[in-house]
């Protein structure tokens, strides 16, 4: 399971834990990610996703999973992420 963000593409990041002493070793600043279900009105269904706390707040921020899905960049999502973008967009124009 890799260490990434399916909606913004968040990822590991690389740096130095630096001591009193000023001595340098590398280190890792991972991402908060959470396993979450989000709920997708347009569907009907929740779906899991594992995304970092940042993009949980910019779903709720947006006004739930279709609407966040629907303004997000193609090439930052996941090919899952894609994959229920496509189906949200599909049952959308259905219904309309």
Request: aromatic share 4%; with cysteine; proline share 2%.
């Amino acid at each position: 399971m890799s260490r990434r963000c399916e909606f913004t593409g968040k990822g590991p990041m690389t740096g130095n834990n630096v001591s009193h002493a000023n001595n340098k070793t590398k280190r890792r600043f991972l991402p908060n990610l959470n396993d979450v279900t989000l709920q997708s009105e347009a569907l009907g269904r929740s779906i899991k996703f594992r995304i970092s706390a940042a993009a949980l707040r910019s779903v709720d921020h947006r006004g739930g999973l279709d609407a966040f899905l629907a303004k997000a960049k193609d090439t930052e999502l996941s090919a899952n992420a894609l994959k229920v973008k496509k189906e949200i967009a599909k049952a959308v124009a259905a219904n309309a």
